[in-house]
């Protein structure tokens, strides 16, 4: 059984630092990649960032690039999502995902192709 636990949110406010980490038990995904999702109250769920297990290729979306790092511990098989200069607009329900299957590059960003979930942390940032 394929399991994804969140950890890391909290409350903080405009400009501070968050560390998200999500650990995955059940399987390896060192042929696909790990990404971060996110749902604020009222919207869509959102692509956050993405890394390839493999090689490490990252890639984010453009509200959170330069202030979000996704990161990966082969070893631990946890990925991380260090989020730095928070901003109101990045409260909302954080959510990790693994594909049951690699991904094309260009469909890295869609959450209907990633299988498995995690139960989400909520991070909270006050202005």
């Known amino acids: 059984q394929v399991q994804l636990v969140e950890s890391g949110g909290g409350l903080v406010q405009a400009g501070g630092s968050l560390r998200l980490s999500c650990a995955a038990s059940?399987?390896?995904?060192?042929?696909?990649?790990m990404g971060w999702f996110r749902q604020a109250p009222g919207k869509e769920r959102e692509f956050v960032a993405t890394i390839m297990w493999s090689g490490g290729a990252t890639y984010y979306a453009d509200s959170v690039k330069g202030r979000f790092t996704i990161s990966r511990d082969n070893a631990k098989n946890t990925v991380y999502l260090q989020m730095n200069s928070l901003k109101p607009e990045d409260t909302a329900v954080y959510y990790c995902?693994?594909?049951?299957?690699?991904?094309?590059?260009?469909?890295?960003?869609?959450?209907?192709?990633?299988?498995?979930w995690g139960q989400g942390t909520q991070v909270t940032v006050s202005s």
């Open positions: 995902a693994g594909p049951q299957d690699p991904i094309p590059l260009f469909l890295l960003t869609s959450a209907r192709r990633y299988t498995y």
């Open positions: 059940g399987r390896t995904f060192s042929s696909t990649a």
